[in-house]
Protein backbone atom coordinates (compact mmCIF):
# COMPACT_ATOMS: atom_id res chain seq x y z
CA UNK A 1 0.00 0.00 0.00
CA UNK A 2 0.98 3.67 -1.10
CA UNK A 3 1.79 5.85 2.36
CA UNK A 4 2.40 9.71 2.86
CA UNK A 5 3.62 10.47 6.27
CA UNK A 6 4.26 14.04 7.95
CA UNK A 7 5.74 13.85 10.86
CA UNK A 8 5.58 17.45 12.11
CA UNK A 9 2.00 18.22 13.24
CA UNK A 10 2.47 21.97 14.03
CA UNK A 11 5.40 24.47 13.07
CA UNK A 12 6.43 28.05 13.95
CA UNK A 13 8.72 30.37 12.82
CA UNK A 14 9.26 34.38 12.94
CA UNK A 15 8.46 35.99 9.89
CA UNK A 16 10.96 36.15 7.31
CA UNK A 17 13.00 33.00 8.36
CA UNK A 18 13.47 29.91 6.34
CA UNK A 19 11.59 26.55 7.51
CA UNK A 20 11.27 23.31 6.14
CA UNK A 21 8.36 20.61 6.49
CA UNK A 22 9.58 16.87 6.26
CA UNK A 23 7.54 14.33 4.18
CA UNK A 24 8.32 10.68 3.73
CA UNK A 25 6.63 8.66 1.37
CA UNK A 26 6.30 4.57 0.40
CA UNK A 27 5.43 3.54 -3.43
CA UNK A 28 6.21 0.44 -5.55
CA UNK A 29 5.20 2.24 -8.61
CA UNK A 30 8.65 4.01 -10.66
CA UNK A 31 7.05 6.89 -12.13
CA UNK A 32 4.73 9.26 -9.78
CA UNK A 33 4.38 12.47 -8.90
CA UNK A 34 4.95 14.38 -4.81
CA UNK A 35 3.14 17.36 -3.99
CA UNK A 36 2.62 20.12 -1.43
CA UNK A 37 -0.43 21.68 -0.97
CA UNK A 38 -1.27 24.84 0.94
CA UNK A 39 -4.76 24.98 2.46
CA UNK A 40 -5.55 28.06 4.27
CA UNK A 41 -8.41 28.72 6.75
CA UNK A 42 -10.70 29.21 3.60
CA UNK A 43 -10.17 25.48 3.04
CA UNK A 44 -9.36 26.12 -0.61
CA UNK A 45 -6.49 23.74 -1.87
CA UNK A 46 -3.79 25.01 -3.48
CA UNK A 47 -0.84 23.54 -5.41
CA UNK A 48 2.43 25.14 -4.04
CA UNK A 49 4.98 23.09 -6.04
CA UNK A 50 5.10 19.52 -7.85
CA UNK A 51 7.83 16.73 -8.48
CA UNK A 52 7.64 14.52 -11.27
CA UNK A 53 9.47 11.50 -9.83
CA UNK A 54 11.51 10.82 -12.92
CA UNK A 55 13.30 14.27 -12.45
CA UNK A 56 16.05 14.71 -10.69
CA UNK A 57 16.51 18.19 -10.51
CA UNK A 58 14.33 19.75 -7.38
CA UNK A 59 11.17 21.42 -8.32
CA UNK A 60 11.30 25.39 -7.34
CA UNK A 61 8.94 28.14 -7.37
CA UNK A 62 9.83 31.48 -6.03
CA UNK A 63 10.20 31.27 -2.47
CA UNK A 64 9.33 27.53 -1.97
CA UNK A 65 11.58 24.53 -2.77
CA UNK A 66 12.00 20.71 -2.70
CA UNK A 67 14.34 18.87 -1.40
CA UNK A 68 13.48 15.42 -3.50
CA UNK A 69 15.44 12.00 -2.25
CA UNK A 70 14.11 9.06 -4.31
CA UNK A 71 16.14 6.64 -2.77
CA UNK A 72 15.26 7.78 0.65
CA UNK A 73 11.91 8.53 -0.38
CA UNK A 74 11.72 11.49 1.33
CA UNK A 75 10.29 15.10 0.02
CA UNK A 76 10.71 18.05 1.77
CA UNK A 77 9.30 21.40 1.22
CA UNK A 78 11.51 24.49 2.20
CA UNK A 79 10.03 27.52 2.49
CA UNK A 80 12.31 30.79 2.25
CA UNK A 81 11.84 34.66 3.52
CA UNK A 82 8.40 33.29 5.15
CA UNK A 83 5.37 35.63 5.37
CA UNK A 84 2.58 36.10 7.81
CA UNK A 85 0.55 34.95 4.25
CA UNK A 86 2.62 31.54 4.50
CA UNK A 87 0.62 30.74 7.40
CA UNK A 88 -1.94 27.51 6.81
CA UNK A 89 -2.06 23.90 6.79
CA UNK A 90 0.13 21.82 4.34
CA UNK A 91 0.18 18.70 3.11
CA UNK A 92 2.40 16.47 1.18
CA UNK A 93 0.89 14.77 -1.34
CA UNK A 94 1.77 11.19 -3.73
CA UNK A 95 -0.34 10.88 -7.30
CA UNK A 96 -0.15 7.71 -8.32
CA UNK A 97 -0.45 6.20 -12.00
CA UNK A 98 -4.04 6.34 -11.54
CA UNK A 99 -4.41 9.65 -11.37
CA UNK A 100 -5.26 8.79 -7.27
CA UNK A 101 -3.80 11.26 -4.84
CA UNK A 102 -2.61 9.72 -1.58
CA UNK A 103 -1.98 11.95 1.37
CA UNK A 104 -0.23 13.19 4.40
CA UNK A 105 -1.96 14.23 7.88
CA UNK A 106 -0.64 18.18 7.24
CA UNK A 107 1.52 19.86 8.93
CA UNK A 108 0.22 23.09 10.77
CA UNK A 109 2.78 26.38 10.12
CA UNK A 110 2.33 29.65 11.73
CA UNK A 111 4.20 32.08 10.67
CA UNK A 112 4.83 35.41 13.70
CA UNK A 113 5.15 38.62 13.15
CA UNK B 1 -13.37 29.25 -17.46
CA UNK B 2 -14.99 28.69 -14.32
CA UNK B 3 -12.85 25.83 -13.27
CA UNK B 4 -14.15 23.28 -10.77
CA UNK B 5 -17.09 24.19 -8.96
CA UNK B 6 -19.03 22.77 -6.12
CA UNK B 7 -22.58 23.50 -4.68
CA UNK B 8 -23.75 24.05 -2.12
CA UNK B 9 -20.58 25.76 0.24
CA UNK B 10 -22.15 24.23 3.31
CA UNK B 11 -24.97 21.97 4.14
CA UNK B 12 -26.94 20.55 7.19
CA UNK B 13 -28.57 17.43 7.10
CA UNK B 14 -31.04 15.08 9.68
CA UNK B 15 -29.52 11.76 10.27
CA UNK B 16 -31.28 9.56 7.79
CA UNK B 17 -31.65 12.61 4.84
CA UNK B 18 -30.41 12.10 1.20
CA UNK B 19 -28.63 14.58 -0.47
CA UNK B 20 -26.23 14.89 -3.67
CA UNK B 21 -23.25 17.24 -3.52
CA UNK B 22 -22.74 18.59 -7.17
CA UNK B 23 -19.44 19.39 -9.24
CA UNK B 24 -18.47 20.39 -12.22
CA UNK B 25 -15.96 21.25 -14.81
CA UNK B 26 -15.51 23.19 -18.01
CA UNK B 27 -11.99 22.12 -18.86
CA UNK B 28 -12.84 18.96 -20.50
CA UNK B 29 -11.40 16.76 -17.93
CA UNK B 30 -11.49 13.31 -18.05
CA UNK B 31 -10.80 12.12 -14.83
CA UNK B 32 -13.04 13.56 -11.48
CA UNK B 33 -12.83 12.33 -8.10
CA UNK B 34 -13.92 13.08 -4.96
CA UNK B 35 -12.09 13.51 -1.46
CA UNK B 36 -13.44 13.73 2.22
CA UNK B 37 -11.34 15.46 4.58
CA UNK B 38 -11.96 14.99 8.50
CA UNK B 39 -10.40 17.28 11.20
CA UNK B 40 -6.52 16.66 11.67
CA UNK B 41 -6.71 14.37 8.37
CA UNK B 42 -5.40 14.51 4.82
CA UNK B 43 -7.96 13.58 2.19
CA UNK B 44 -8.73 10.51 1.41
CA UNK B 45 -10.73 8.99 -2.10
CA UNK B 46 -13.93 8.46 -1.68
CA UNK B 47 -15.23 7.75 -5.42
CA UNK B 48 -13.20 8.47 -9.13
CA UNK B 49 -14.05 8.38 -13.04
CA UNK B 50 -11.64 8.10 -15.63
CA UNK B 51 -14.34 9.57 -18.16
CA UNK B 52 -18.16 9.82 -18.67
CA UNK B 53 -20.00 6.52 -18.00
CA UNK B 54 -17.40 4.91 -15.85
CA UNK B 55 -17.07 4.87 -12.11
CA UNK B 56 -15.05 3.45 -8.93
CA UNK B 57 -14.53 2.72 -5.67
CA UNK B 58 -12.06 4.62 -3.78
CA UNK B 59 -11.01 3.75 -0.01
CA UNK B 60 -13.94 5.26 1.46
CA UNK B 61 -16.92 4.46 -0.67
CA UNK B 62 -19.56 3.04 1.44
CA UNK B 63 -22.63 5.26 1.68
CA UNK B 64 -21.75 7.27 -1.14
CA UNK B 65 -23.29 7.12 -4.81
CA UNK B 66 -21.58 8.27 -7.66
CA UNK B 67 -22.46 8.50 -11.65
CA UNK B 68 -20.94 10.34 -14.47
CA UNK B 69 -23.26 11.06 -17.65
CA UNK B 70 -21.38 13.55 -19.15
CA UNK B 71 -17.83 14.69 -18.62
CA UNK B 72 -18.85 18.07 -17.17
CA UNK B 73 -20.29 16.57 -13.89
CA UNK B 74 -19.52 13.93 -11.31
CA UNK B 75 -22.08 14.31 -8.81
CA UNK B 76 -21.74 12.73 -5.19
CA UNK B 77 -24.94 11.26 -3.80
CA UNK B 78 -25.27 10.92 0.37
CA UNK B 79 -27.97 7.74 0.61
CA UNK B 80 -29.06 7.98 4.38
CA UNK B 81 -26.74 10.41 5.72
CA UNK B 82 -24.96 9.38 9.03
CA UNK B 83 -23.21 11.87 11.78
CA UNK B 84 -20.04 10.04 10.28
CA UNK B 85 -20.11 11.79 7.23
CA UNK B 86 -19.78 14.84 8.69
CA UNK B 87 -16.77 16.10 6.76
CA UNK B 88 -15.77 18.52 4.04
CA UNK B 89 -15.93 17.25 1.14
CA UNK B 90 -14.01 17.95 -1.78
CA UNK B 91 -14.16 17.33 -5.69
CA UNK B 92 -10.95 17.45 -8.25
CA UNK B 93 -10.42 16.96 -11.60
CA UNK B 94 -7.47 16.20 -14.21
CA UNK B 95 -6.68 16.16 -17.48
CA UNK B 96 -2.82 14.95 -17.52
CA UNK B 97 -1.18 13.32 -14.67
CA UNK B 98 0.40 15.63 -12.10
CA UNK B 99 -2.07 18.54 -12.20
CA UNK B 100 -5.00 18.04 -10.50
CA UNK B 101 -7.47 21.01 -9.78
CA UNK B 102 -9.48 21.33 -6.81
CA UNK B 103 -12.96 22.68 -6.01
CA UNK B 104 -13.80 25.30 -2.67
CA UNK B 105 -15.31 22.17 -0.97
CA UNK B 106 -18.73 21.35 0.54
CA UNK B 107 -18.92 21.39 4.33
CA UNK B 108 -21.12 19.29 5.64
CA UNK B 109 -23.01 18.49 9.20
CA UNK B 110 -25.13 15.81 10.14
CA UNK B 111 -27.16 15.83 12.99
Known amino acids: AQTVTQSQPEMSVQEAETVTLSCTYDTSESNYYLFWYKQPPSRQMILVIRQEAYKQQNATENRFSVNFQKAAKSFSLKISDSQLGDTAMYFC??????????WGAGTKLIIKP | NAGVTQTPKFQVLKTGQSMTLQCAQDMNHEYMSWYRQDPGMGLRLIHYSVGAGITDQGEVPNGYNVSRSTTEDFPLRLLSAAPSQTSVYFC??????????FGPGTRLTVT
Open chain 2, 92 to 101: ASSLIPGEQY
Open chain 1, 93 to 102: ALEDSNYQLI
